[in-house]
């Protein structure tokens, strides 16, 4: 009796090998409906971007990370507009190529996102919305780049580096990382106070 494993095993020598999954890039487009979602180049005073967005878009970690600081509460009035409550529900995050990426007007926080937690690329930290100085007007999501500070520090949280240019390319699927801007603008201009929209 012949056996039929030897000329199996050649059979499966002889294919190709399957390819190998895809890999997860390092960083990806922050909200989940990219296709409805529009921003500018510019921003007011310091840089950042504001993406406008449907309300209740998910807010997803551009990158692996750990959550910095979480805002549940909205407390910015008109009254005050106190520099600290301008984003009114946010979450930044410190990721894993040491950047701090900060979204804010969440219309809410996702449960379980805490200071210290480690989160996943494409994770979601919270849900788009119109909370803090955005109240009144289209639902959006304030996204800043910068460099992780104590905490509190809301003028560096509130972003750094312009960050459209790693959104268009994150948005096209391309990896690009922050890192390299980033350190060279603290290096620059170190950890100083605020000096806009103070």
Known sequence: MVTVLPVLAAVLLALPAAPAAAATPAHVFPLACAHHVHYGHIHHDYPATDMFAPAGCRFDSPVDGVVDEVSTMDRWTSRTNRGPDRGGRSVSIVGSDGVRYYGSHLSAVAAGITPGVHVHTGELLGKVGRSGDARGGPSQLHFGISWPTEHGVW????????????????????????????????????????????
Request: aromatic letters at 12%.
């Open 155 to 198: 003028w560096v949280r509130r972003g750094e580096v312009y960050p459209w240019p790693y959104l268009d390319a994150w948005r096209a699927g391309r990896d690009k990382s922050p890192a390299k801007a980033v350190a060279a603008k603290h290096a620059k201009v170190g950890d100083r106070d605020c000096t806009a929209d103070c």
